[in-house]
């Protein structure tokens, strides 16, 4: 298990060299970004040539990528062009995003599995083909309509919710985390259905119910044990996507998170940003992986990482 | 948040001291005579002299007061902390300021308070962006060489005469220059701009209506109004709270909740129903931009006898009317000269100067082409950034109009580039081979700006390339003649120069929106589509 552990996070440094620099020459192909500081004007030759002097421009690529690579390791993930260090503003982005996405993977967690446990043992009836109707019609609508149908709904017909989030508290995070998760909510959804359908003709369960287990019992210590195992992986894999896939829902409740900061870094071309930012998502996305790796063992004692 | 303070606080219980920051800090929005207002992240540190565009501008509008005040509804410059200048040639100038002005620091505003801000501006170790303004001034060329380090730190034209006077000595004449001090950038600063420069930018201080009370960068502003404010604008409310927003959709969507006051930015596609959804709380005025479609002059092509037929011809195969009406809703005029109607007629705009070049001409269009030898390169691409202001409609409606003009379907084309900087950058490298968008937003309303930055030889903004020594003579005499009346005349002729040459075709006129709720009154927007702040009336 240690050993396993290890191999997996040394396998992480090259994914990590790997993607960063892919951003860093991504970035930098879109070409000088000082350019666009000047608005509707050319910057004086003068003043661009001692910005890009500032921000390490003027230097081959490799180098400033080697420079840049430096500094992350002593914490320094460079300076936004408004003069904000990156630290500082992913400290401030971070913290929002999560919470949307805690919000979002316990909507998935909670109506995702719970509706698939329903469907999944009631194949056939009416509920269940009622929940897959509405799955299919989640899948098939684009979060940007359901968002912006909830909040003109929600926020300005009703007036339950506000239409856009000031604080990223919690509360305020419900529609937009429900809005976020509704796609893999449907996923969810489906993926345990099929799983408790299948996993309630074998052998175990018959057993189980044949020892006279109570029903409950059956269900959750038994069946659902070995039917979440695909669900996991799912859930963990959707993690990063979920932090690093929220531009549309943040741009349209006005969410100050690392989409707003990703969005913008690339309008404005701030490399520091973008790359500081992915290098981040990068890291959370291999974590959640790896967790959900080690999950297995726990879910299926049949798993062993030597 | 109506009647959902209790999830919150719920919320807030369950997710424990980890993310406490995040509840119990609220409150600090609204608030009784305070009102919300939509904006943007500012691109560029909050310094005056590095703030150039609308975002920045806004708070500086607010918190700065410099020697001239731009009227919010007429556009003329007027006297605001100079008490008169005075210059005997067009190229001295003496300001003598008035006296009893502080910063809200408490700090007196002196002519030091001028001069050291001015040196600092134009000083080429400081990165100002808007260095150049002080280009005109004496000694700009030793503090802000082309190349290689400055060898003075201030500008030789400029001298303090006592604490309420100083001289202006200029490189060239320009009559108009006293005008031109309302822009930001000529704002004085306090010592503590230059003591403690980082304290500063956290949270700047100046000498404007309203002082700022907080700022959390990259998501909110308050300001509130300053009491002992000595000038003749003060607040009409308790402060403004600048909340940024990423869509200004999202603005106008909180705008209809009642949850934000205001929004200086009605979206493109809102305005079909803007007049139903605010009942009449919006407001659609004159502002001081002009779109134009600019031509690379440095491709041969493109600089020819028959190219400036070509030009004429694409000009009048654009329905200008019918794409403000459908696209902008009213929102953007015709253009017919290549100026803009906030400068008034006595400031130099001239309605109908463009003549029959800019009046839709299908068949004429087609003729002059012809005879101008027909597009250059076969086909006509107009390059343009998709990252922001919804040009891709209006460009692809412009190549409509002339693919209908010219009975082909594949005379003109968009071409998008991805992000504003990029498309900067290839425009100021010289990399485009047809018209590209050229969008002019006026430092201060005069119509010198509209036309030297653009068109002069060599000029900051005329990314084409285009030169011609008539214009260039015109503009130079209007700039020495030190009656306004010639002087706005000479401009105009230089604008005939434009005309003749069409070295860029005029589209339209661009209006500041801005709609609001049933709490605010007296709400109007300046001449620079930023709202005037300090006149709105709450509850």
């Given amino acids: 298990m240690g050993r396993y552990v290890a191999r997996r996070l040394l396998q992480m440094i090259p994914v990590f060299i790997g993607s960063t620099l892919l951003i860093f020459v991504m970035v930098n192909v879109m070409g000088d970004p000082i350019a666009g500081l000047c608005g509707e004007r050319a910057c004086d030759p003068a003043t661009a040539a001692q910005l890009k002097r500032e921000f390490g421009l003027d230097k081959p690529l490799w180098q400033q990528y080697a420079t840049y690579m430096g500094n992350l390791f002593t914490g320094d993930f460079g300076t936004a062009f408004n003069g904000q260090k990156v630290t500082e503003l992913m400290g401030s982005a971070f913290p929002v995003t999560i919470r949307l996405t805690i919000v979002a993977i316990l909507f998935e967690i909670v109506i995702g599995v719970t509706l698939g446990v329903v469907t999944g043992l009631r194949r056939g009836r009416p509920i269940d083909t009622g929940v897959l109707l509405g799955t299919l019609v989640v899948i098939s609508v684009p979060t940007f309509v359901t968002g912006l149908l909830l909040q003109l709904l929600l926020g300005i017909k009703w007036q339950w919710i506000s239409p856009s989030v ?72 959707d993690i990063g996507a979920l932090m690093g896939g929220a531009i549309v829902t943040e741009r349209i409740f006005n969410i100050h998170g690392v989409g707003f900061q990703l969005y913008q870094g690339i309008l404005r071309q701030n490399t520091q940003t973008v790359v500081g930012f992915v290098t981040v998502l990068v890291l959370v996305f291999l974590v959640a992986n790896l967790l959900v790796d080690l999950l297995y063992a726990v879910l299926d004692p049949r798993i062993r990482y030597a | 948040m109506r009647g959902a303070t209790h999830a919150r606080w719920a919320a807030c219980v369950i997710a424990g001291g980890l993310l406490a920051t995040a509840c119990g800090s609220g409150g600090g929005f609204g608030g009784a005579g305070v009102l919300t207002s939509s904006w943007g992240d500012p691109q560029n540190p909050l310094e005056p002299a590095n703030t150039n565009e609308v975002q920045g501008g806004k708070v500086l509008d607010m918190v700065f007061r410099g020697l001239k005040k731009y009227d919010p509804r007429t556009g003329k410059a007027q006297n605001m902390l100079a008490e008169r200048i005075d210059t005997p040639d067009s190229r001295n100038f003496t300001i003598r300021l008035k006296g009893g002005w502080t910063f809200s620091d408490g700090e007196k505003v002196t002519a030091h308070s001028f001069v050291d801000a001015w040196n600092y501006g134009a000083g080429l170790k400081n990165n100002q962006k808007n260095a150049y303004f002080f280009g005109y001034i004496d000694g700009y060329d030793k503090v802000h060489p082309e190349s290689g380090a400055q060898s003075a730190d201030t500008l030789s034209g400029l001298k303090v005469v006592d604490d309420r006077t100083f001289t202006v000595k200029l490189n060239q ?40 009370e907080s700022y959390a960068k990259g998501s909110a502003m308050s300001l509130k109004k300053w009491d002992a404010y000595p000038g003749p604008d003060p607040a009409q409310n308790v402060g403004v709270t600048l909340l940024v927003y990423t869509d200004s959709n999202t603005a106008y969507t909180d705008v209809l909740a009642g949850n934000l006051d205001l929004v200086d930015d009605v979206p493109a596609t809102q305005l079909k129903n803007v007049d139903t959804d605010l009942n009449g709380r919006y407001i659609n005025t004159p502002a001081g931009i002009l779109q134009t479609l600019a031509f690379p002059y440095y491709d041969p092509k493109w600089n020819t006898d028959g190219a400036r037929k070509v030009r004429t011809g694409l000009s009048m195969a654009i329905n200008r009317k019918q794409i403000t009406e459908t696209i902008f809703r009213g929102t953007r005029t015709p253009a017919t000269d290549w100026t803009s109607p906030v400068l008034g007629v006595a400031g130099g705009f001239k ?74 950058n290839q425009t100021t490298g010289h990399k485009m081979t047809g018209p590209f968008r050229a969008g002019w937003q006026m430092d201060y309303p005069l119509i010198q700006n509209f036309l030297q930055p653009l068109y002069y030889t060599g000029a900051s903004s005329n990314d084409g390339l285009w030169s011609d020594k008539r214009f260039d003579g015109l503009v130079d005499r209007a700039n020495a003649e030190t009656d306004r009346a010639t002087a706005v005349r000479l401009f105009q002729q230089a604008e005939e120069v434009v005309r003749d040459n069409m070295a860029a075709i005029p589209l339209w006129y661009q209006n500041g929106s801005a709609g609001y709720t049933d709490r605010l009154s007296h709400v109007a927007l300046n001449p620079f589509s930023v709202p005037v702040y300090n006149e709105i009336k709450v509850g």
């Fill in chain 2, 351 to 424: 309605a109908g100067l463009c003549g029959p070049a800019c009046d839709y001409d299908p068949a004429q269009a087609k003729k002059l082409i012809q005879e101008g030898g027909g597009i250059p390169g076969g086909r006509l691409r107009i390059t343009y950034n998709a990252d922001t202001g919804s040009h891709k409609q209006w460009v692809d409606a412009v190549c409509n109009s002339i693919n209908n003009a010219l009975d082909n379907d594949k005379a003109c084309v968009g071409n998008p580039i991805g992000t504003f900087a990029d498309f900067r």
């Fill in chain 2, 173 to 212: 004449k320009f009559s108009t220059f006293p005008d031109t001090l309302g822009y930001a950038a000529y704002a004085p600063l306090p010592r503590a701009f230059f003591t403690d420069h980082a304290a500063w930018l956290k949270k700047p201080v100046g000498n404007g209506p309203y002082q700022i």
């Fill in chain 1, 166 to 237: 000031r604080y990223g508290s919690f509360d305020e995070l419900i529609v937009p985390g429900l809005v976020l998760a509704s796609v893999s909510l449907a996923y969810v959804t489906r993926l345990t259905r099929t799983s408790i359908a299948e996993n309630k003709r074998s052998d175990y369960v018959r057993t189980a119910v044949a020892k006279g287990l109570p029903a409950r019992r059956v269900v959750v210590r038994h069946l659902l044990r070995n039917s979440l195992i695909p669900v996991v992986t799912f859930i963990g894999a």
